[in-house]
Structure formats: C-alpha cells, structure tokens
T-cell receptor, first 112, second 117 residues
Framework: EPEVTQTPSHQVTQMGQEVILRCVPI?????FYWYRQILGQKVEFLVS????????KSEIFDDQFSVERPDGSNFTLKIRSTKLEDSAMYFC??????????FGPGTRLTVL | GDSVTQMEGPVTLSEEAFLTINCTYTATGYPSLFWYVQYPGEGLQLLLK?????DKGSNKGFEATYRKETTSFHLEKGSVQVSDSAVYFC????????????????FGQGTILTVHP
C-alpha cells in the first residue's frame, strides 16, 4: 500500500541553524500539507501546497518557513533560523481527489 | 473559524470495557469528519471517516456516526483491548475549499486512552 515517507526521523540542530525536512508524498497525490505537534499538544496546521504554490498557511507559518517541491517526488519544509520553540514533531500529509489526508511517520525536530 | 472539541482525558479502562470518546465540532457547511490514532512513538493513522450527515465510519471495531443536528462525531468501541492504548484525535476537513482542495485539517486536543489487562 502506498505511504507517505519522511526523512530524517529525528533531527537535532542548534538554535539559529537552518533545517530542511523532507517528505515523499503518495505518488499520484496532488495536495500536500505540513503540520506540527509540540510535545503533548494538539496537531497544528502549518501550510498546504497545490500546483506548485501555497494554497493556505497558518499564522505559525511566518517568513522563517518555506516549502518547495523541488522535483516530481519530494516536498520539503525549510526553517531558516530555528528557535527553541520550533522543537516539535513535524508531519507531512498528502491527499488525492478526496478529503482524506494520509500522514507520514513524522520528523522529530529538537532545537538546542 | 472551524474548531473541534474532544472530551477531557486521559481515559483509563479495563480490557473488554466499552469505550466512548466524545467529539463535537464547529464548522460552516458540511465538513468531513475523521478519527486519527497515534500509537506510542508513531505517526498519525486514519482510523475512520465520515463525509456526510448520518454516515457511520467503522474500522477495527471502532465506530462513529456523523450527527449534523448535534454537531458530533463520538468514537465508540464495544470491547477495548490493551493494544488500543493510544492517543485518539478527532478532526475535520472543511467543505470543498476554493473548488480545488479540501483544505486543512483542524484537530481536537487528543484523548489519551490506556487499557489495562
């Protein structure tokens, strides 16, 4: 069964450093999403992406964040200058023609 | 804006007990409703869904019915197992968004379920 994959599973970085989180959505899906979950809290929407542009973003998704689909398979989230409060689990999701979003296993980001 | 409210947790049950986790929502139009499950150390897995009023989603013995009149989507299981211990999230996706996608998922705060033998 097709699935969403994410790399790395765990990323440790120093405050102020740039990180890139990678996702490979399900191959025939067209809509892509990033969410985050701070430890013990609810899952929060960051951004959605369709047809090579952002279709919606939350207040969390400020100028420090960017997304890109550099080729036909990868979907990346970049944080330019990480802060301590960016420490969280980041989930990628994708969907095809229906409303169901399929999630990857997540990347745990730890900012020291 | 859209919102999802889940019952306060955590929930602790003995094996074979009946489970109900309440979920209510606020949204315009006719959203799609979901339950996702997160096992310890893992990502989010779709448990079940319902896309229109009065639909019943079911999977692995879990059920939830989309009640438009009470704006609810309560999760139930008749007999829980230790392996059901996880965090359960209720979520909604808005009515078709801009004609091109279903938009973001809005999640409830999650309910931790622990089942003892």
């Amino acid at each position: 069964e097709p699935e969403v994959t994410q790399t790395p599973s765990h990323q440790v970085t120093q405050m102020g450093q740039e990180v890139i989180l990678r996702c490979v959505p399900i191959s025939n899906h067209l809509y892509f999403y990033w969410y985050r979950q701070i430890l013990g809290q609810k899952v929060e929407f960051l951004v959605s992406f369709y047809n090579n542009e952002i279709s919606e973003k939350s207040e969390i998704f400020d100028d420090q964040f960017s997304v890109e689909r550099p080729d036909g398979s990868n979907f990346t989230l970049k944080i330019r200058s990480t802060k301590l409060e960016d420490s969280a689990m980041y989930f990628c999701a994708s969907t095809g023609t229906g409303p169901t979003q399929y999630f990857g296993p997540g990347t745990r980001l730890t900012v020291l | 804006g859209d919102s999802v409210t889940q019952m306060e947790g955590p929930v602790t049950l003995s094996e074979e007990a009946f489970l109900t986790i309440n979920c209510t929502y606020t949204a315009t139009g006719y959203p799609s409703l979901f339950w996702y499950v997160q096992y310890p150390g893992e990502g989010l897995q779709l448990l079940l869904k319902a896309t229109k009023a009065d639909d019943k989603g079911s999977n692995k013995g879990f059920e939830a019915t989309y009640r438009k009149e009470t704006t609810s989507f309560h999760l139930e299981k008749g007999s829980v197992q230790v392996s059901d211990s996880a965090v359960y999230f209720c979520a909604l996706s808005p009515s078709r968004f801009g004609g091109t996608s279903y938009g973001k998922l809005t999640f409830g705060q999650g309910t931790i379920l622990t089942v003892h033998p």
